[in-house]
C-alpha cells in the first residue's frame, strides 16, 4: 500500500514537471524531508523563483527588502487574486505556477489544493524547529491554525491580522453583541463600521459567529452537511444585520475603518492598523464583545502563508527565505507595506537590539491574541473562494434588506451543499478533516 502510494505521488509530481519544464529528480526537494539528499550549494547567479498571489508592487517590496539581506536575486511571477474570487481558473494558475517556482506565496484557503496537487512539500518538524529557533518562535495561534495541515507543518505564516474592537474614547465593558449594538447607537451616535465591504462580510459574520459559538463550526463532523443556517448562525446573522442599520452608507474594509477613526471620521467599530502602522492617535484596542483569549480564534481564510514547491531546485536558500520573510532581520519593511502581512512569531534574544522597535498598540494587542492555542478551520476546502463568495454575497444581501437572515442563511446551506457534491462528498469531508489537523 505504502509503494502504491508513493508511485502515485510520482505520476503526479511528474505531471507538474512536464507542465513546468523542470527535471523530476531536481536537488534539494521530496515529498518528504527525510528523504530528501543533499541539495546543492545555492548560486548567487540563479535567481530564486517564488509564485505570489499579489501585485507587482508588493513583488518589489519583498524583492528590494531580500537584496538588502541577501545577493540572491527573486525572480516573482504574481497571481492576482480578489477576497471572493470564486473563479477556478485562478487556483488552476496558482497550482500551475508553484510548479515552476521554488517558493510560493499564497492565501490560507489554497492550502487544501495545493496539498492535494503535491504542489508543495512538508517540513519535517525537527527542521521546522530549527528555523523557528533562528528567527523565533510561532504565536500558538498561527502555529497551529495556519502552518499546520493533516498535522504537518506545510507552510511559514506571513501574516494573521484579527479584527479588535477601535475607539478614541474610553470603551465600557461590551460582554455581548447588544452590549456592543446599544454602545454604537447610544455612546456613539452610529459614528462607527464594521467590515461589510464587498469580500470581508463574509469574514466579519464568520468572527462574530466564532465569538459566540462554543461547539461544532458549519458543517456537521460526519457528513459535511452545512450548520451555517442553525440557529446560533441566524442570531448571529440577525444581530449584525441590526447594528449594521445604524452605521453610515459607506461600506468599508478593516484598515478603511482604522483610517476613518485615526482622521475623526468615526469614533469606532472593528477593524484592524492599516500595515502595522505605529501612528495610533491614541485609538483604544480590545477584544470583540464575548471574545476573550481563552476563546477559539479564527484565521481569515485570506491570511498570507508561504511554502516550500515541490519542484523547487535551491532548497537552501528557499527555506532560508521562508523563514526570513516571515520574521527575519530586514523583513520588518515588508510588514510595513505589503498588506495583510503582519507579526507572526515572538523575536529572538539575538535578535532584541539595544533600542528595539516600538510596537503600536494594535500590534502588541495582535501579539497577545495570536497566542490563543485552539483556533477554529477557515474555508479551507476545495474550490474555497467559492464557498466564501457565496457566504458574501447572501451576508451582504442580508444587510440590504434584501432577504431575511434565515433564508439568506438556508441559501447559503443549500449552495454550499450543492458544491460539496459536485467536488465529491468524501474527498471534501477529507479536506476538512485535515484542516482540524487529522489526518483524513
Not at 26 to 41: K, Y
Not at 392 to 399: P, Q, R, Y
Request: glycine share 6%.
Amino acid at each position: 500500500m505504502a509503494e502504491s502510494r508513493h508511485a502515485i505521488q510520482l505520476n503526479r509530481r511528474q505531471l507538474l514537471a512536464t507542465a513546468s519544464g523542470a527535471i523530476l529528480t531536481l536537488p534539494g526537494c521530496t515529498p518528504r524531508p527525510e528523504a530528501e539528499p543533499q541539495s546543492t550549494a545555492s548560486r548567487s547567479d540563479v535567481p530564486v523563483r517564488i509564485a505570489m498571489v499579489g501585485t507587482s508592487e508588493q513583488a518589489e517590496i519583498v524583492s528590494r527588502s531580500w537584496s538588502s539581506i541577501d545577493e540572491q536575486p527573486l525572480a516573482i511571477t504574481t497571481i492576482p487574486l480578489a477576497r471572493g474570487d470564486a473563479e477556478r481558473q485562478t487556483m488552476d494558475r496558482l497550482i500551475a505556477e508553484t510548479g515552476k517556482s521554488d517558493l510560493v506565496i499564497y492565501p490560507l484557503l489554497a492550502v487544501p489544493e495545493l496539498v492535494h496537487a503535491e504542489a508543495i512539500v512538508p517540513i519535517s518538524e525537527e527542521q521546522f524547529d530549527a528555523m523557528q529557533a533562528e528567527t523565533g518562535e510561532l504565536y500558538s495561534a498561527v502555529r497551529n491554525g495556519a502552518a499546520r495541515y493533516a498535522d504537518e507543518f506545510v507552510a511559514m505564516p506571513m501574516g494573521a491580522n484579527q479584527p479588535a474592537l477601535l475607539s478614541t474614547a474610553e470603551v465600557p465593558q461590551l460582554s455581548s453583541w447588544d452590549d456592543y449594538d446599544r454602545w454604537v447607537s447610544k455612546d456613539l451616535n452610529g459614528k462607527a463600521n464594521e467590515p461589510l465591504a464587498e469580500g470581508w462580510a463574509a469574514s466579519m459574520f464568520l468572527w462574530r459567529a466564532a465569538s459566540s459559538i462554543s461547539r461544532g463550526w458549519l458543517f456537521s463532523r460526519n457528513d459535511l452537511k452545512p450548520t451555517v443556517n442553525e440557529e446560533a448562525y441566524v442570531d448571529a446573522l440577525q444581530q449584525m444585520i441590526k447594528t449594521a442599520a445604524h452605521y453610515p452608507a459607506a461600506r468599508q474594509s478593516p484598515t478603511e475603518i482604522w483610517s476613518s477613526i485615526q482622521s475623526g471620521e468615526l469614533l469606532g467599530g472593528i477593524g484592524f492598523a492599516k500595515n502595522n502602522s505605529t501612528d495610533e492617535s491614541e485609538v483604544s484596542i480590545s477584544n470583540l464583545p464575548g471574545t476573550d483569549d481563552n476563546n477559539r480564534l479564527l484565521l481569515d481564510p485570506y491570511s498570507p502563508v508561504i511554502s516550500l514547491s515541490a519542484m523547487c531546485r535551491q532548497s537552501a536558500v528557499s527555506k532560508r527565505l521562508m523563514d526570513w520573510i516571515t520574521g527575519g532581520d530586514g523583513s520588518e519593511s515588508i510588514r510595513r507595506q505589503v498588506s495583510g502581512v503582519t507579526t507572526t512569531r515572538a523575536m529572538v534574544q539575538s535578535e532584541i537590539t539595544a533600542e528595539p522597535r516600538r510596537q503600536s498598540a494594535y500590534e502588541s494587542w495582535l501579539t497577545q491574541r495570536l497566542r490563543t492555542p485552539v483556533t477554529l478551520p477557515p474555508l479551507q476546502l476545495f474550490s474555497a473562494g467559492e464557498y466564501y463568495s457565496v457566504l458574501d454575497s447572501a451576508v451582504i444581501e442580508a444587510i440590504d434588506g434584501k432577504i431575511k437572515a434565515k433564508p439568506a442563511l438556508d441559501r447559503v446551506a443549500k449552495q454550499w451543499d450543492a458544491i460539496t457534491e459536485r467536488v465529491g462528498r468524501e474527498k471534501q469531508l477529507s479536506a476538512w478533516r485535515r484542516a482540524q489537523g487529522l489526518r483524513a
